[in-house]
């Protein structure tokens, strides 16, 4: 898995995220392979998801667990 910043751009009537060749070669992405994509907009968002869970009943590293599974298993 790799991280990678990108810009959307319009094509026609459709938009798009251009992929930087060595990520694409580091990848060995091909034409037509199907991508998933994380998006985080902006990192005041993000910021604000830590320490929601303070207090929380839930055991933290089985939740982490699970969404790592969510994020990275096919």
């Not at 990108?6 to 938009?15: M, Q, T």
């Not at 037509?32 to 998006?39: G, I, R, S, T």
């Amino acid at each position: 898995m790799a991280e990678v910043e990108g810009v959307i751009k319009k094509w026609g009537n459709s938009y798009g995220v251009i992929i930087p060749m060595d990520l694409i070669e580091e990848e060995n992405l091909k034409i037509n392979d199907k991508v998933k994509f994380l998006m985080i907009k902006d990192n005041a968002a993000m910021k604000s998801m830590f320490g929601m869970m303070k207090g929380s009943k839930i055991n933290a590293q089985k939740m982490k667990d699970g969404l790592r599974r969510e994020l990275y298993d096919d």
